[in-house]
């Protein structure tokens, strides 16, 4: 089993940034694979950014490349978003997850944690 706990969600204008958290527990974590994705009123969750367990391959949704950046602490058992430039439409519920399998595809993720607001103001 793999708990996951998110924080650093809030309210920025557009332009600012953010980083988010998210800390795991569980033995296991370290053989799994880290994500996010988010979620805004009226749509699908859908992918943002996911890293690979040991090398740290990265990958990301078109609509953030270049502005957030995932990276991991595998001693600290954390995976983390820091989110630049940030605009209004980057607006949801942010949720980090862990997978064996390495996919973007959002119904292939085993654990996910409650989810963290982030609001971009204009």
């Known amino acids: 089993q793999v708990q996951l706990v998110e924080s650093g969600g809030g309210l920025v204008q557009a332009g600012g940034s953010l980083r988010l958290s998210c800390a795991a527990s569980g033995r296991t974590f370290s053989s799994h694979h880290g994500g996010w994705f988010r979620q805004a009123p009226g749509k699908e969750r859908e992918f943002v950014a996911t890293i690979t367990q040991v090398a740290g391959i990265t990958k990301y949704a078109d609509s953030v490349k270049g502005r957030f950046v995932i990276s991991r602490d595998a001693a600290k058992n954390t995976v983390y978003l820091q989110m630049n430039s940030l605009k209004p439409e980057d607006t949801a519920v942010y949720y980090c997850?862990?997978?064996?399998?390495?996919?973007?595809?959002?119904?292939?993720?085993?654990?996910w944690g409650q989810g963290t607001q982030v609001t971009v103001s204009s």
């Open positions: 997850a862990a997978t064996e399998f390495w996919t973007t595809d959002v119904a292939l993720w085993t654990y």
